[in-house]
């Protein structure tokens, strides 16, 4: 039955492959009211090369007792800015991969962090042990954020043949194959695996 | 707040418009023009804008004398000032908005009632008296009730209700504000009855109905609290906030507080006796005491640490599971077996830590009576509706304290671990280890009752979701349940976290209110890591196939015996769910 699914999607991948655009792979990823809740971070695995870090730092607000965003998907090499946008003081830790702690400051302040590893990091505040979010570094530049209904769009993906995986803080997913010609847009359906 | 000072801005430029421009000219508004020498004026002036700027006075008790220490404070405002050995503050009134207005000017001190006066601009020197807290507690006094069912019957204008009504719906919702109308623990308290002598089994209502055991502590059965014989449903207003001091010991609840149980004056208007840790509430209804005693852990050990004490001559090792305990006065050399013992385990966590540590000196209040997301939006003062305007003080977040008492919510056991998944492949073997860290508790995990376990669980399994056969490693231990019920884990590849008690017999996992010993103890130290190893058979022919490795830990209340003995369904939480590809392929 597994089998049959990913068979299934593979050759939708591949017979999906239109001549519009270039390369660009696009699709939706089932999860129903969990994908609304939290998000998840699909892209392609295994992908080499010197790549370009974004001119600009991505942010991970405080505000209202919430980490902003909830999942945040970023380049390894990428610097974080961490902002406390919230009244009261909030720390920033993470127990994961490389660890780091970078303490705890007021309203209005922010402080960096450069991601170095692959890696989930769970991201905590030891002021209050209920706010919790994820930032998701990758080796790759070829990743996107499911929206609230699952869907997603890696562009600017080299022709050739890839291997799509995505990370959910509580689903899993199959892994796909995906071939992306020179020119055009590759349709994916993510399924989730296993109960 | 801004609308109070808006007002008194607007008076002070209408009425007061004449002692500025004359200050301008270096006159003081107490003294004609005229009077005025022309070599005094500049120097008049900058003295008389100094001035303005410049809080200063004294605080004394009713007869004159210096109170030292006492702290002095624009209500609502961080900052505060400590009086001198003569009682003597100054503060310079940097804020613009401060320097026109009246300022109102709070003092307080532990075992004072809080006072204040009035400032203005032409008079910045002021005097703060403070009355003694009456040193005496009535047992008959009449505890307020604020529970939002039985206060239907009982709600009067001296209910705390009525102005902290956030608060009171906070606590109502609470298990704090349920103690009493807990039906588990009341089934737990009838099953403790049938198995020891009625006086060990009536120190239960001193932690859960303290209003009626305060009457007669250790001696109040828990049942009639229940029934009728205490109007309350929890831990109420009107108790907590009569506590003067905890003795930090062993004992339950009500034996071990000292409360301020007084009515001071006379009829529906008397000021209501209210310990805090406020400084500057002032005010007509509530004679509020500051006492920095409830922004501490020592006043949650009141419920939160106790212990039974073993029969006369009998003892146990408790350095043999707890390697620090003959540094802890509270192991009493082992004459006592542990019940709540999560005070304790903060304090040898504070006490590990170095004095620059992020978290030193970090309260149980700093987490469970702190926002959380579910609360949003802040609310500025902690009383409500036409209240604020007439008595209410503008405080920021960061100084008040919710009183939702949350602990064990899925939400912060999820934020309070983290798991660490690895593994290794080869010849036909799928190696893994877990590592479970507490990052976030302040206390052991689990904490609390010592029925509240935790149970690890390792699988792996192949792309299709096929099993892979478990060969060896740590397995979850027989108090995990047998039972072949979906939450009866013993046997399975994983661990169980618990505080495991024993009795005389050897029997293992008895009531704590049994056990002669605990033989122990593997729940999780704050910032401490449990390792832990599985490994897994790889079918034949398989080595190169991807597998999936998931590591799930879960809270649970009870164990599952005590469960079925009791006919409770099973209570568990996820705390949290780990799954990682074989070889480096996952994230």
């Known amino acids: ?183 055009g847009i590759v349709e994916a359906s993510l399924q989730k695996r296993g109960r | 707040m801004l ?99 009246e300022v109102f000017v709070t003092a307080g001190k532990e075992g004072w009632l809080n006072g204040g006066a009035r400032s203005n601009p032409l008079q910045r020197n002021i005097r703060i008296i403070l009355q003694k807290v009456p040193d005496f507690d009535d047992p008959l006094y009449q505890t307020m009730i604020t529970s939002p069912i039985s206060s239907r019957i009982q709600r009067s204008q001296r209910d705390c209700a009525n102005c902290h009504t956030t608060h009171m719906w906070e606590w109502g919702a609470s298990k704090m504000g349920k103690t009493v109308r807990n039906e588990r623990v009341l089934a737990s308290y009838k099953k403790l009855q049938k198995t020891i002598s009625t006086r060990q089994a009536n120190t239960c209502a001193d932690c859960h109905a303290p209003i009626a055991a305060q009457k007669a502590p250790g001696q109040t059965d828990l049942a009639w609290a229940f029934s009728g014989g205490n109007l309350s449903n929890g831990i109420e207003c009107d108790f907590c906030h009569k506590i003067r001091d905890v003795q930090v010991d062993n004992r339950s609840g009500v034996q071990k507080i000292e409360s301020n149980r007084i009515t001071l004056g006379r009829g529906m208007m008397s000021p209501i006796l209210v310990s805090g840790p406020y400084d500057d509430t002032v005010n007509m209804v509530m004679a509020a005491s500051y006492n920095p005693l409830y922004s501490k852990s020592e006043f949650c050990s009141a419920c939160h640490q106790n212990a039974v004490s073993l029969p006369e001559n009998s003892s146990w090792d408790p350095n043999s599971i707890y390697p620090e305990a003959d540094q802890y006065p509270l192991y009493e050399d082992g004459q006592v077996v542990p019940d709540q013992w999560t005070y304790q385990e903060w304090l040898e966590w504070q006490n590990s830590l170095p004095e620059n540590a992020e978290n030193k000196g970090q309260q149980c209040q700093d987490c469970h009576m702190n926002w959380t997301k579910n609360m949003m939006p802040y609310y500025r003062y902690v009383v409500s509706g036409n209240v604020r305007r007439s008595m209410g003080t503008e405080r920021s977040p960061k100084s008040i304290y919710p009183h939702k008492f949350e602990g064990a919510t899925p939400s912060r056991l999820t934020g309070s671990v983290n798991l660490q998944v690895q593994s290794m492949q080869e010849e036909g073997t799928l190696s893994v280890q877990v590592g479970v860290t507490n990052v976030n508790a302040g206390h052991r995990l689990p904490t609390g009752e010592h029925s509240r376990n935790m149970i690890l669980l390792v699988s792996a399994e192949d792309e299709d979701g096929s099993p892979l056969d478990f060969q060896d490693g740590s397995v979850v231990p027989a108090w995990g349940g047998f039972g072949g019920g979906k939450t009866d884990y013993a046997g399975l590849a994983g661990k169980g976290f618990a505080r495991i008690t024993v009795d005389g017999n050897g029997t293992i996992n008895v009531p704590v209110w049994q056990a002669a010993a605990i033989q122990s103890d593997n729940r999780i130290k704050p910032a401490q890591t449990d390792l832990s190893e599985y490994k897994f058979k790889v079918p034949e022919g398989r080595d190169e196939e991807i597998f999936f490795i998931t590591a799930t830990l879960i809270y649970r209340k009870s164990f599952p015996e005590n469960d079925a003995d009791m006919g409770w369904e099973p209570e568990e939480i996820i705390m949290k769910e780990k799954t990682i590809e074989s070889g480096d392929g996952g994230l």
Not at chain 1, 38 to 47: G, I, K, M, N, W
Not at chain 1, 63 to 78: C, K
Not at chain 2, 3 to 20: C, D, P, W
């Open chain 1, 1 to 183: 039955m597994m089998l049959k699914k990913i068979i299934c999607s593979s050759l939708l991948l591949m017979l999906a492959a239109a001549s519009a655009q270039a390369g660009i792979i696009r699709g939706k990823a089932e999860g129903g009211k969990l994908l609304k809740k939290s998000p998840a971070v699909v892209y392609l695995a295994d992908v080499k090369g010197d790549f370009i870090q974004p001119a600009q730092n991505p942010t991970m607000d405080q505000r209202n007792m919430t980490f902003i965003p909830h999942v945040l998907a970023v380049q390894t090499g990428t610097t974080v800015d961490f902002l406390n946008n919230d009244e009261v003081r909030h720390n920033v830790f993470s127990p994961s991969k490389e660890k780091y702690n970078l303490g705890t400051w007021p309203r209005g302040e922010v402080k960096p962090y450069t991601y170095t590893e692959q890696g989930v990091y769970n991201q905590l505040c030891n002021v209050h042990p209920e706010m919790e979010a994820f930032v998701v570094a990758l080796d790759t530049p070829y990743f996107a954020t499911t929206d609230a209904d699952g869907n997603f769009e890696i562009s600017g993906v080299p022709e050739g043949e890839y291997t799509v995986k995505v990370w959910h803080e509580k689903l899993k997913f199959i892994k796909q194959t995906a071939v992306v010609p020179e020119n």
């Open chain 2, 3 to 101: 609308r109070k000072i808006s007002l008194t801005v607007a008076l002070i430029v209408l009425v007061g418009g004449f002692f500025v421009l004359n200050s301008e000219n270096g006159y003081s508004a107490k003294r004609p023009v005229g009077e005025q020498s022309q070599a005094q004026t500049p120097r008049k002036a900058s003295s008389v804008a100094a001035q303005r700027n410049i809080l200063s006075g004294m605080v004394t008790d009713p007869q004159g004398f210096a109170i030292a220490g006492a702290r002095v404070r624009i209500p609502g405002l961080d900052d505060f000032l400590l009086t001198d050995e003569l009682g003597m503050f100054q503060r310079l009134l940097v804020e613009p908005w401060l320097q026109h207005v």
